[in-house]
Every structure is written in C-alpha cells, then in structure tokens.
C-alpha cells in the first residue's frame, strides 16, 4: 500500500498539468516493480556450480559439432558465446609455444603474438563485414570465427604428434596435406555461417579476408618447429 | 475582475496554458514584451521548458519524498531492509540508465563506423576490373584522370601484402625471432600505406595538386598490386636476375600508372617534377627493401649456424647461382656443399 503510494507519488504532479480538472482520472499508477525478473535471477543462482558449468560445457559441446558438420543452421548465429573461441584459442597458442630454438623468452611473445593475432583479425572480418552491409552483429560474427579455428587447432596437436617422430621431408608433406585439409574445412564452415548475412554479389568480398586470416593461422601452424 | 477569471480560465486548454508568471499578465491582450526572451522563436519551446522544469522538480520532489520517507518509517514496516533496498534499487536502476545513456551516446560519436560505409560500397568485378588496371598507365594527362576512392581493395592489398611478407619470411626457413617478424610485416605494410600517402597528400597540397585523401590512400593501395605479386613470385624463385627484371616490370608499370594519374592533376612543371619523383622513389625503394631486407634473413641463419669458422666458405656458398623451388631444397643443398668442403 505504502509502496503504491510512493510509487504514484512521482506521477501525481504530472496530473494537475496534463488533463484538465473536468476530466476525472480513475485508477492507480503503478510502476511495476520486475518481481519476475527477481524470480528468475535467484533459480538460477541457486543451482550448483556443477549445474552451470555443465550447462556452459553443454552449450559450447553443441556448437563444436556444429563446426564438425557445417551446414546452414542458425544455431551458432543465435545463442552465441565467446568461451569455445577463448578456449581454442588458449590451446593453439599453448600448441604453439617452445617452438623457435633460440632462446627460453621467445615463449612470452608468440603466445601473445596467437593473441593478438587471432582476436584483431576477427575484428577487422567483423568490422568488413558489417561495412559491406552484413547483417550479422559484432559479437556473432566474432563467435562463428573463432569456433571456426577448431580444425586448425587439431591441427596442430596433429602436427605436434608427427613431430615427435622426425622433421624430414615426409613428416612436412603430411603436415602440409593435414594443414592444407583444416584450412579449407576452417574457411568452409566459416563462410557456411557468415554467407547467409551477406547480400549475394557480395559473398566473394567477405569470403577473402577469411581466407587471408586462416591462411595466416595454417601458416603459423606448418611452419612451427620444435625446440632442439 | 476580468484578470482573475482569465487566470482561471486560461487551465481548460489541454496543453496546459500560460501561467501568470510567464508570458502574459493575467488575462492581459498584449504581450509584455519585457519578459519575452529574445532566443524563443515559439511560444512552444517555452511550453518545452515549462513540462522539463516541471519534471525536474517532480523528480526532486519525489526523491525528496523518498528520503522524508526512509527516515520516517526506518523501521516501522517491512523492516529496514524493505524500504532501503527498493530505494537502492531505484537509485541503483537510475545510475544504470544515465550511465547507459552516456555511454550509447560516446558510442555513437566516436565509434561510428558508418561514416566508413561508403568506401566499402563495391562490387567483386569492380574490385577485379581495378587491380587490373593499376598496371596500365593511361597516358592521358591533360584531364585529370578519374581516381577511384574506396577503400575495400587497397585494405585487403595491404593484408595480402602481409601474409606474403609472413610467407617469404617462413620459406626462408627461419624461425628466428617469430613475434618481431609479425609485428615487423604488419608493421611495415600499414606505415607505408598510410605513412606515404599521407606524405604525398601534404606534397599535393603544398604544390596545390587536385588530388583528396582518400585518392591518395586508394592510389598508394592499388599500387601494391605490383608488389604483391612480384614478391610472391621471387619468395619462391630465388633469382636475383628474375627479381631485377621484375622489379623495373611490374613495379615500373604501377608507378608509371600512379606517376600519370598524379601528372594530370598537377599544374606547372616542378610541382609535377617534385610529386612525381617522390612517389616513384618511395614506391620503387620499398619493392627493393622488401626483397633484400627478408632476403637476408637466409644469409643471417646461414651465419648463425655455421659459426666463425666457416665464413670464408659461407662467401661460397652463397655465390653459388642456383634455381631452387622451395628453401628446404635450397637449404639441403648448401648443407651438401658444405659437407663436401669440410671432408
């Protein structure tokens, strides 16, 4: 009651201005207080932790699939989230680390190096995109490349692997087939989510910086050698 | 008395009518232009101020309300909690909103990128139909020629520039200093593009040439194309013969292109001289440093292997003409010849 009261109280002047005294006015203003929204913050704040990150590994899970069969589906576009790109982006430059053989502080610059590369060159695809009249927004875009370099990733691990067995020109020849196979998979299940937002004459101007930006990544994961 | 009941009568308009402190004396037919503000072109934009006043001291009304209310019935229902917490959500709700606001409104002035739209706005054939035509000089110089100003094309150039340079320096078979190297092509390709065409912009506004900005950036960009591609070329051919012809080729013809786009917009004969020498230098000297500079890497891992001992057979090696495909080849073979000397 009390809450009513002063609830209205902000409205009661405006009132006397706007309508003329002939004209009664019936009925309370209220402003309504969201007690439903309060409801809903607090179930899912109650839950366990192990709940909400299942849930979160769930949802991540479900587009990693989605990145193994690309086909036009909204889903990756719809509930987007930046955890799946952080996540394979830590793991590719943890991947890429102790590569160059000189020195021990050449650790610190290439993981920031993957960084900075991976995360600005997803912005600067997005920033295009959107310039030449795309319709998908900032951070969906950002999500759909960087899920995208989940082939690149496994590789990686892949040409880890062959590594350890020997650097001579086979081991680079299956490199080179597996690199080359992850880049094309990469750009296709890319441009499979990002077309769809471009007008159609303009799908070959969107599609080439995701190109340059995969080849860029494929480059930096052939040409990776280990530490003697 | 006439004034009071015009007074009175005056509250019928919906629109909430003047009050006496305003415009009018009570129920006067003239208006007194004393408190008449010169800056008010309507009575509506005092109508505008009178509602935001009100508003304004409705708000502090009510939030004067509010306090009177906190400290009065603190703790006589709904306990403390109750009442605090619905002012300091209330208050809380308020910062957010005026918070947003500034924030949306930052926002939209500085990180508009709208105003950029217009120079992506081409198509896939016109794109294509311009690289080609950046290596044809149009010898028409009496006119001046039409520049295209986007700047689509000579972006995506500059990234290809990039991952060229990043691929040469690979092939190379170096793995040296990886981060600098990065840092160092990107580094490289965007201080020329922007850093030269800015410097021929203030050149043709010095020698008063008819040329913008954006013609100058679309210009300098367009003629990376040459560049691109000789380096791809001579990244996997390691001929220095094939580099130097390539190099007055292809690089000549895209300066040539520039040189004759720039002469038509150009008045009086040092103007011309000046502008145009110095953009086919800047251009033909950064294809030069481009090869020789990542070309050395090769020479400097071949010195940071083989040690102090080896250099006089190093000089040999290295005069060894040869025609390699790829760096490894070329690699394994210098590896061979050195075996070869040292048993």
Request: glycine share 10%; charged share 15%; aromatic share 10%.
């Amino acid at each position: 009651m009390a809450a009513a009261d002063e609830a209205s109280r902000p409205f009661a002047g405006l009132s006397d201005v706007s309508i003329s005294e002939d004209i009664p006015v019936e009925g309370d203003i209220s402003v309504p207080m969201g007690s439903s929204r309060r409801d809903d913050e607090f179930s899912t704040l109650d839950e366990p932790v192990k709940e909400t990150i299942l849930r979160d590994l769930r949802a991540v899970g479900n587009k990693f699939i989605h990145v193994l069969y690309p086909k036009r589906s909204s889903a990756l576009l719809r509930d987007w989230d930046l955890w799946g790109p952080l996540l394979l982006c830590v793991t590719l430059a943890l991947l890429l680390q102790g590569g160059s053989a000189d020195s021990d502080d050449q650790g610190g610059p290439q993981f920031a190096e993957v960084f900075v590369i991976i995360w600005f060159g997803s912005i600067i695809i997005t920033l295009n995109s959107k310039l030449l009249g795309g319709t998908i927004s900032f951070f969906q875009s950002l999500c759909v490349l960087g899920y995208c370099i989940m082939p690149l990733t496994v590789a990686m691990a892949v040409c880890r692997i062959v590594l350890v067995g020997g650097s001579g020109p086979v081991s680079f020849g299956v490199r080179l087939v597996v690199v080359t196979a992850s880049f094309g998979w990469s750009t296709f299940a890319s441009t499979a989510f990002l077309a769809d937002s471009q007008p159609a004459n303009r799908k070959a101007l969107v599609v080439y910086p995701v190109f340059l930006f995969y080849f860029v990544i494929g480059w930096m994961v052939l040409t990776f050698s280990p530490a003697q | 008395m006439s004034a009071g009941s015009g007074s009175r009568n005056t509250n019928t308009e919906p629109w909430g009518s003047f009050d006496d402190n305003l415009i009018q004396g009570g129920g006067s037919a003239v208006i007194d232009m004393e408190n008449m503000d010169d800056t008010s072109g309507s009575s509506f934009e005092d109508m505008g101020e009178m509602h935001q006043r009100m508003k304004e001291e409705e708000e502090v009304a009510a939030e004067a309300a509010a306090t009177e209310d906190d400290n009065t019935d603190d703790g006589e229902f709904l306990g403390m909690k109750g009442i605090k917490g619905q002012l300091g959500r209330q208050v809380a709700d308020e910062v957010w909103q005026a918070g947003k606001r500034q924030a949306s409104r930052a926002f939209n002035l500085y990180a508009n990128i709208d105003i950029l739209r217009p120079y992506f706005d081409v198509e896939p054939v016109q794109v294509r139909s311009r690289l080609i035509e950046s290596m044809i000089p149009v010898r028409m110089i009496n006119f001046p020629q039409k520049i295209a100003g986007e700047l689509y094309g000579p972006l995506m150039l500059v990234f290809t520039l990039v991952a060229i340079l990043l691929h040469g320096m690979k092939t190379s078979g170096t793995v040296i200093r990886e981060g600098t190297l990065m840092g160092t092509a990107i580094g490289t390709c965007f201080g020329y593009w922007l850093g030269v065409s800015s410097f021929i912009y203030f050149l043709a506004y010095l020698v008063n040439a008819q040329i913008t900005m954006l013609q100058t950036l679309s210009l300098l960009g367009y003629g990376l194309f040459g560049h691109c591609v000789v380096l791809l070329v001579t990244y996997n051919i390691h001929f220095h013969f094939l580099f130097y012809v390539l190099w007055l080729l292809l690089g000549g013809l895209s300066t040539l292109r520039m040189v004759a786009a720039l002469l038509s917009r150009t008045v009086g004969h040092t103007p011309r001289l000046l502008l145009c020498g110095t953009l086919s230098l800047l251009h033909m000297l950064f294809l030069l440093y481009l090869h020789f500079a990542y070309h050395k890497i090769v020479e400097g891992l071949l010195d940071s292997l083989e040690g102090p001992n080896m250099a006089p057979m190093q000089r040999v090696a290295r005069d060894v003409p040869e025609l390699t495909l790829n760096a490894t080849l070329r690699i394994q073979g210098v590896q061979l010849l050195l075996d070869s000397f040292s048993t």
